[in-house]
């Protein structure tokens, strides 16, 4: 089992930043992927960025390129998103999530999730 907490989340102007923090626990020895995914009330959720433990160039998603960035502290167990020239439709609840099994599939698939952490952009 592998637990995760959101922390970071808040209220920002628009042309802010804001770095979200997640931090696993439990048995983490498998964690295959992790990622950040929001979800804005009415719309579906959608990957923010994710990154495929022990290389790789990390996703993505075109709405965010350029302007966040998703890295990890293994010392610290931990998973970040740096948030840079937030706009509007950047608010949403954010999520960490996970990819963690004994034998990775070839791709991520996220079976462990956080509780999210709230953020909100107003112009």
């Known amino acids: 089992q592998v637990q995760l907490v959101e922390s970071g989340g808040g209220s920002v102007q628009a042309g802010g930043s804001l770095r979200l923090s997640c931090t696993a626990s439990?048995?983490?020895?498998?964690?295959?992927?992790m990622g950040w995914f929001r979800q804005a009330p009415g719309k579906e959720r959608e990957k923010v960025a994710s990154?495929?433990?022990?290389?790789?160039?990390?996703f993505y998603a075109d709405s965010v390129k350029g302007r966040f960035t998703i890295s990890q502290d293994n010392a610290k167990n931990t998973l970040y998103l740096e948030m840079n020239s937030l706009k509007p439709e950047d608010t949403a609840m954010y999520y960490c999530?996970?990819?963690?099994?004994?034998?990775?599939?070839?791709?991520?698939?996220?079976?462990?999730w956080g509780q999210g952490t709230q953020v909100t952009v107003s112009s």
């Open positions: 999530a996970a990819d963690s099994r004994q034998i990775w599939l070839g791709y991520c698939l996220y079976n462990y």
């Open positions: 439990g048995y983490t020895y498998n964690t295959n992927c």
């Open positions: 990154i495929i433990l022990g290389g790789g160039n990390p």
